[in-house]
């Protein structure tokens, strides 16, 4: 597992941000002076967070065709950061780093109120790719 760990129990809105700001920046995670490990482990963070979305919204704002688009737009951006191009969605549910990403994101995502979950879901349905 990477040295470099930013994973902490916050809010489930303050994860999502994180995901959230570098896909609206588009910024490139390689001026940032991070290694690759760090930045995949970002990628990973995000992912995980994008997957905690997609388990948790359909039952705070009902099952939406949009949503779930957009959920896909999310993990191919994610994704197309991650080092390993021929890394995919499927394959990374195996990566134990990556599990226990998501195990923290759920975790965070379960002590979040509902009304910030029905925020960052909204959140989610309103983005414009």
């Known amino acids: 597992m990477c040295d470099f760990q930013m994973i902490k129990t916050i809010s489930f809105r303050s994860i999502l941000g994180l995901g959230f700001a570098a896909i609206f920046s588009q910024a490139v995670m390689a001026d940032e002076g991070l290694t690759q490990a760090e930045a ?9 967070s994008a997957q905690v ?11 939406n065709a949009k949503f779930d688009s957009n959920i ?3 993990i191919q951006s994610y994704l197309a950061e991650y080092s390993d191009k021929a890394m995919s969605y499927e394959k990374m549910q195996s990566d ?18 509902a009304d910030e979950q029905k925020m960052v879901c909204g959140d989610v349905l309103d983005y414009e790719a």
């Open 53 to 63: 979305m997609a388990e948790v919204c359909p039952a705070v704002i009902g099952q």
């Open 72 to 74: 896909k737009v999310l």
């Open 96 to 113: 134990s780093e990556y599990k226990a990403v998501l195990d923290e994101a759920r975790k965070a995502a379960k002590e979040t109120s």
């Open 40 to 48: 995949n482990t970002i990628v990973k963070e995000d992912l995980a």
